[in-house]
């Protein structure tokens, strides 16, 4: 045979999440706390191998993200982690809160709530990356955290 055996694990139900955190899991995040320009979303539950969109919901219960696909920021089955730059200018405000779905259903509303802020901007590139810049030409800046509530 050329190929090993692949598991196929069926989904277990729908995701539950029991923590939102923005120190990696350790512990839950705190009401004023995301930066999103500066920190990672921690999610830990169960349910997510197989976790298709992640949606940061506000105060009203709307939907300010969608995060979809969400297959890079599964790192197993009990844990989602969302990096630096995934969260835009919507999501910011008071009160938010995470739900996940899978290809089963979605989860309950996290019982975290917390409030998302911008934090300094985050520059990645430029067009004169590497290269000499000409002050008679424009120069473009790529990143994130440039506009902020």
Same mark, same amino acid.
């Given at each position: 045979? %050329? %190929?090993?055996?692949?598991?196929?694990?069926?989904?277990?139900?729908?995701?539950?999440?029991?923590?939102?955190?923005? =120190?990696?899991?350790?512990? &839950?995040?705190? #009401? /004023?706390?995301?930066?999103?320009?500066?920190?990672?979303?921690?999610? +830990?539950?169960? /349910?997510?191998?197989? &976790?298709?969109?992640?949606?940061? @919901? *506000?105060? =009203? /219960? !709307?939907?300010?993200? +969608?995060?979809? #696909? @969400?297959?890079?920021?599964?790192?197993?089955? &009990?844990?989602?982690?969302?990096?630096?730059?995934?969260?835009?200018?919507?999501? !910011?405000?008071?009160?938010?809160?995470?739900?996940?779905? /899978?290809? @089963? *259903?979605?989860?309950?509303?996290?019982?975290?709530?917390?409030?998302?802020?911008?934090?300094?901007?985050?520059?990645?590139?430029?067009?004169?990356?590497?290269? #000499?810049?000409?002050?008679? =030409?424009? +120069?473009?800046?790529?990143? @994130?955290?440039?506009?902020?509530?």
């Amino acid at each position: 045979m %050329c %190929c090993e055996p692949f598991p196929i694990l069926p989904v277990g139900g729908v995701p539950v999440i029991t923590l939102v955190s923005d =120190n990696g899991g350790q512990t &839950a995040i705190s #009401p /004023n706390s995301l930066t999103r320009t500066l920190e990672a979303l921690t999610i +830990l539950g169960r /349910n997510f191998r197989s &976790a298709t969109a992640i949606e940061i @919901v *506000g105060p =009203n /219960n !709307e939907v300010v993200q +969608l995060i979809y #696909p @969400v297959t890079d920021y599964i790192t197993s089955d &009990a844990k989602i982690d969302i990096p630096v730059g995934v969260l835009g200018y919507d999501a !910011e405000g008071p009160g938010r809160r995470i739900r996940v779905w /899978n290809t @089963v *259903g979605a989860s309950t509303l996290s019982e975290e709530q917390f409030s998302i802020t911008t934090g300094p901007p985050m520059v990645t590139s430029t067009t004169y990356d590497g290269l #000499p810049f000409d002050r008679a =030409n424009p +120069l473009t800046i790529t990143g @994130v955290g440039f506009k902020s509530r």
